[in-house]
């Protein structure tokens, strides 16, 4: 084999395997710490918009825990169409039982949603016109869709969120199927924190 010839092989390997490393990386960063997530539909706006794209830190959760206003990507419970306990919660559409649903189901759903952390464990909160008084204090919500007089958006009876858990709420809030439906949601479902929007380029920046 001549020289050329050999150069030419040492300069294909070389490039296999580094091909091969940069795949390795790649994946390795997407698996423990960036990941890439398309937004599917409209309870995130006006923040998100429905295919937006967001990239989410995953190693976050392991250096700390999510606080008030975190965008985080989690797993829903399995039933996220009720609230666990039948005298709680309401489906969208339904008259409002009074009572956000404070309990938090046994088992986790394959699918990913996003949406906002408006209650930490032990917190005390109630919902009025979709505005969320936590320990007697109303949130910080200009980035909130007001909900007006939607029955879905008042839930006035006090609620604790459970030892571990948090409550998650859309910035939709008239049109966001979330934790005063179904429940707060287990640490141990939290998949990251949402950091940046990539796509489209328009809204190019962090959250």
Known sequence: MTKTRKSLAGSAVELVILVA????????IQA????????PSASMEPTLSINQRILVDR???DLGSPKIGDIMVFHPPRNYGS???PNQGADSGAPSS???CDVAQKEPSSVTFVKRVVGLPGDRLSIREGHVIRNGRPEADGYIVPCNHNAV???PNTIVVPRGDYYMMGDNRPDSEDSRFWGPVPRA?????AFFTY?????????
């Open 153 to 155: 958006c008042n839930f």
């Open 32 to 39: 423990f710490l960036i990941k890439p997530y398309r937004i």
């Open 189 to 193: 479902w939290l998949i990251g924190k």
């Open 59 to 61: 190693l976050s959760l």
């Open 98 to 100: 009074g009572q956000a």
């Open 83 to 85: 609230c666990a306990d």
């Open 199 to 207: 796509w489209p380029p328009d809204r190019l920046g962090t959250l």
């Open 21 to 28: 490393v940069s795949l390795g990386l790649a994946l390795a």
